[in-house]
């Protein structure tokens, strides 16, 4: 054999070293990233695209607590009472915005994993879009009667009403550790409750109810949806047109035409940019699942709610008694031990 011959052997053996370990580098790195919980679904793949924590976390906050503050302003100063209509227009417009974001860029590339059958879609779709638009409409309608500071308080017990519903079908062994977790945002959001000075028997009522079904419908996807990877803005993908035609037919049954001839009254920019900021929370939370662990959201998620209720009371008035803080507390501090300690 030539020096020739020897010098295109070495080379090639050389590529093979590389390509070999180009893919050993890129496998260590696929198993070493752990898709972290996502607040739409509970398993969700990271994001091509990232953020860094510091950056994206205050974006999050800021989009979250608009959303409800404008909500809010919306309902009561505005005085557009119709939140079937608004949480409709909400889910439409989020429908032809995944599918444009699917068109434009790869934050929803993670719909080409999820293989959709009919069966799948009337079996897991269709009754969890079901739950999700019964969450959204009765958590909305909260606002008509209590206030954003205790609504937030009561939003604390979906953790609660969670743990129930997983014991109740055998889902999730009881523990100590979970029964004292209970035990603590129970009696937390009890003394809000009862330290609450405007309380609402149907508001309260509607809350819960909204709570209930918010749990039913996380549970639901871990049973039904079992191993399959959703990031928030591909479960948005698929549940927005359900769930808006959903709410598109029984709008007539509930508000009627109402909504349509105070449109003219409120302006289509005001509901134009309630939307679009509804479904930036929506896709800046792809980036969120992906920047922070657990603790970090958890964090993030409990200094969001202090703030809500905080912009409560400066901006809309809302009067919160020493009660009410004492028992916030110690439901946030069973939230947190929850989230980090008794979801494990």
Known sequence: MNEKDLEQLRLSLDEKRSSSSSYLEVKERHDSEEPLPSPVSANGPKSKAKLSTAVIIPIWIVLSSSVIIYNNYLYNTLDFKFPVFLVTFHLSFAAIGTRILQRTTNLVDGAKDV???????????????????????????????????????????????????????????????????VLMISCGVALASHGELRFNLIGFITQAAAVAFEASRLVMIQILLQGLKMDPIVSLHYYAPVCALINLAILPFTEGLAPFYELARVGPFVLLSNACVAFALNVSAVFLVGAGGGLVLTLAGVFKDILLITGSVLIFGSVIAPLQVFGYSIALCGLVLYKTAGSK
């Open 115 to 181: 293989h959709m059958s009919q069966d799948m879609f009337v079996r897991s779709i269709l009754p969890i879009g079901l739950l999700f638009s019964a969450s959204l409409i009765l958590s909305n309608t909260a606002y008509l009667y209590l206030s954003v500071a205790y609504i937030q308080m009561l939003k604390a017990f979906t953790p609660v009403a969670i743990l129930l519903i997983s014991w109740t079908f055998r889902i999730q062994e009881p523990s100590r550790k979970l029964a004292v977790i």
